[in-house]
């Protein structure tokens, strides 16, 4: 049974940094994919970063050159730095694993970004 669990979600001033943390347990195998997504509220959840199991980035163009993707496949972990904070990031962070063709969430952590 795979489990994905976020962590590091909290309010912070815009302009300001967060990092998130997802981690997976359970049976984790290569190649996979690794991501984060974020629904605000009245809207649908929408991709913010991907990052393979060899190492392959992808960005959604709204946080190109603010927000960072990386993971640690020793530990199983996956890390999302957010830095210039806006006010439209504010939203539920959740972490996603694609495996053998199969999706797996994490419950969410929430980011709110006061103006």
């Known amino acids: 049974q795979v489990q994905l669990v976020e962590s590091g979600g909290g309010l912070v001033q815009a302009g300001g940094s967060l990092r998130l943390s997802c981690a997976a347990s359970?049976?984790?195998?290569?190649?996979?994919?690794m991501g984060w997504y974020r629904q605000a509220p009245g809207k649908q959840r929408e991709l913010v970063a991907t990052i393979t199991s060899g190492g392959g980035t992808n960005y959604a163009d709204s946080v190109k050159g603010r927000f960072t993707i990386s993971r640690d496949n020793n530990k199983n972990t996956m890390y999302l730095q957010m830095n210039s904070l806006e006010s439209e990031d504010t939203a539920v962070y959740f972490c996603?694993?694609?495996?053998?063709?199969?999706?797996?969430w994490g419950q969410g952590t929430q980011v709110t970004v006061s103006s």
């Open positions: 996603n694993l694609l495996m053998w063709g199969i999706t797996y």
């Open positions: 359970g049976k984790i195998f290569s190649p996979n994919v």
